[in-house]
């Protein structure tokens, strides 16, 4: 049982709702719907009604020919025609006609109810579609860094999928409860006392069903956050098979994703057992009801208190009566799993923001001066980041942060840009706090340079134009042109319509980067944060790039991660972090002046590098 529940624990957003809420949520999707719904109500009524006066005419007709068997049946051995009486002849006409006409009706508000649902719930999971979908697009980025993308992406494609199962079984509930209703009444004005044997099933069923409520609930659950799981590893694995077959670590894969596979077998089997259980018990309690009926009407008929055609009705009403009441015992083991997956949907909906801004003023055009007063900030409570840390940034200022992993450079970053909420303190722009801004607006005016580009399937203008969308194919082609001169464009086979894959496929790291800083370019935005462009390239691609930097950075405040002697050397001020605290800041020479940890890091990691940048010079060599 360990094995099989390893890992299945609920994520940190999860929360518990009540059945109460779940159908209160549910229900407030459909009140748009509310007129298509009462059609579809009054379908499902009528549809019942001509499912109850079928059997009804089937007895009355089987009584009928009964009572005409023994008079019109010497009248045959006679040589004399059958049915003669044209009374007689216009009672079984009805009733057939009556039979035609209910069969054919039912067919038809089933078909039209059907139709309807179909129609109205697709409706209705797009709409929560569309609300899951923008809850993962409001969330912070703190939850996609403590979330497997793999899961989220399960909560928005199968789990709202199974909530529209949820709504088609209520449907087919409200059917089927109606006309186990009606039958039951039929019975009774037929014959109050065999009605009762054939209903004496009835609590047995239900008791029986609702037992299965609790564990049914749970290993629905369960089977829902071993899909996501299943979900994630695929996905991490597909997204790193490039890695995977670099160092041949195929089997490694495998033998990862084998132990989940396992697991979601032994779920999925403790699930399908569960589920499958409750049927063979339900028969063979609507087995024994069908026995009591053939045993008492038998008896019922043969001493002449009910007739055959009626006795009839209640053999064949005890099968149509049994599906449903099946149907409405089994349904709630059934509507657990929707349940269960619109828990999730819900969760993924209902999450709190991290990030919370306390106004939502427009932003202003801003200058780009930036202040950091006593800010305190940590991603785990109890480990901080950072403690009463200050800083000014003047605007227009380029500034390189210069550090060990784990100063603090990109928790900076990640603080102005509002991805992350800090604890203490005040961080503003232009002297206005940034969590009194509106957080769209403000994001707009801020240029982000990641160290490894992402670019979408599309053309090479798309990505370009994602900043801007409503730019103009003259801007467009001004800003990649902006960007090292513009002669990385000759070499791409269709300029500005060269088509990229998923994740920028086509071109090289050093040409999806140009394409970045072209974005950004053409999004001209106040401020600039530079997680290093060129931390992972060749010495010529790095000078390309570093010119285009040139341009992204010229007249605008200018945060950069560091990780390039090219680029650290072209700050207005370089500041050197350690745990979280400014230890050293200044120019590249005045800090190789002091002799301190600036100077022990360029002489461990930065001097050796191939070339130095020398703003308005280009590239020069290194002396060894």
């Known amino acids: 049982m360990g094995f099989v529940m390893d890992g299945l624990a609920a994520e940190a957003y999860d929360r518990s709702y009540s059945d109460r809420q779940l159908l209160a949520r549910i229900l407030a999707y459909f009140k748009p719907v509310g007129r298509t719904m009462a059609v579809v109500a009054l379908m499902v009524v009528l549809n019942s009604l001509m499912d109850t006066v079928l059997p009804i005419m089937i007895s009355r007709g089987v009584d009928a020919l009964g009572a005409l068997a023994p008079s019109e049946a010497a009248r045959g051995a006679a040589g004399a025609p059958l049915l003669r009486d044209p009374a007689q002849q216009r009672g079984i006409g009805l009733i057939v006609a009556a039979i035609l006409v209910s069969g054919v009706a039912s067919w038809s508000f089933n078909f039209l109810r059907q139709w309807l649902t179909a129609r109205t719930v697709g409706d209705v999971v797009l709409e929560l579609r569309r609300d899951a979908f923008d809850a993962v ?38 059917s089927q409860a109606l006309l186990v209703l009606l039958i039951a009444g039929a019975l009774v004005w037929v014959n109050p006392g065999l009605a009762l044997w054939a209903l004496a099933m009835a609590p ?8 299965f409520r609790r564990i049914a609930r749970r290993v629905t659950r369960d089977a829902r956050r071993i899909l996501a ?13 490039r890695v995977a077959k670099g160092f041949r670590q195929e089997a490694a894969v495998y033998a990862a994703f084998d132990p989940i596979n396992r697991q979601a077998y032994a779920i999925n089997l403790r ?16 087995g024994l009801g069908t026995v009591l009926v053939l045993w008492k009407g038998g008896q019922a008929t043969l001493a002449g208190e009910v007739s055959a055609g009626e006795w009839y009705l209640f053999v064949q009403a005890i099968g149509i009566f ?42 202003p055009e801003l200058a780009g001066r930036i ?8 991603y785990v409570p109890g480990e901080p980041v950072l403690a009463g840390f200050s800083l000014s940034i003047a605007a227009g200022e380029t500034v390189a942060l210069v550090g060990h992993t784990g100063a ?4 900076l970053t990640k603080l102005i840009t509002r991805f992350y909420e800090f604890q203490g303190g005040r961080i503003a722009i232009d002297g206005q706090d940034i969590r009194s801004l509106d957080l769209p607006s403000y994001r707009r005016q801020l240029g982000i340079v990641p160290q490894t580009p992402l670019l979408f399937t599309g053309s090479l203008a798309d990505n370009i134009r994602y900043a801007r969308p409503e730019a103009s194919d003259e801007a467009v082609l001004a800003a990649a042109r902006g960007i090292a001169g513009g002669d990385w464009l000759e070499g791409l086979p269709q300029g500005l319509d060269t088509p990229i894959g998923e994740g920028g496929r086509g071109l ?5 980067q140009l394409v970045v800083l072209a974005r950004v370019l053409l999004q001209d935005p106040a401020v600039v944060i530079l997680d290093e462009a060129t931390a992972s390239i060749d010495p010529l691609t790095e000078a390309r790039i570093q010119e285009g930097l040139d341009a992204v950075l010229a007249e605008r405040t200018a945060i950069i991660v560091a990780h390039r002697l090219s680029t650290i050397v072209g700050a207005d001020r370089i500041i050197v972090l350690e745990q979280g605290r400014i230890i050293e800041e200044g120019s590249h020479a005045q800090l190789l002046a002091a002799g301190g940890h600036y100077a022990e890091l360029y002489n461990t990691f930065f001097r050796h590098q191939t070339a130095d940048y020398v703003p308005g010079s280009g590239f020069v060599a290194v002396s060894r």
Do not use: C, H
């Not at 090289?508 to 999806?512: A, E, M, P, V």
């Open 322 to 363: 049994a599906f449903p009441l099946t149907g409405i015992a089994s349904f709630w083991s059934q509507f657990q799993q929707g349940l269960s997956a619109s828990e999730r949907v819900f969760a993924l909906i209902d999450a709190e923001p991290r990030v919370v801004q306390n106004d939502q003023r427009p932003t």
């Open 508 to 512: 090289s790291t050093g040409q999806r």
């Open 137 to 174: 697009m409001a969330r912070d980025m703190s939850f996609y860094d403590e979330n497997p993308s793999g899961k989220i992406v399960s909560r928005v494609t199968s789990d709202t999928q199974d909530f529209a199962n949820v709504v088609t079984l209520t449907l087919n509930l409200l």
């Open 204 to 211: 047995a069923v239900f008791v029986l069903a609702l037992s």
């Open 271 to 286: 699930q399908g057992l569960v589920f499958s259980s409750i049927f063979p018990l339900l028969g063979l309690l609507t």
């Open 371 to 378: 202040d950091f007063e006593a800010v305190d900030f940590a």
């Open 408 to 411: 603090g450079k990109s928790s």
């Open 229 to 241: 799981t299943v979900n994630s590893n695929v996905q991490e694995s597909i997204a790193g098979i």
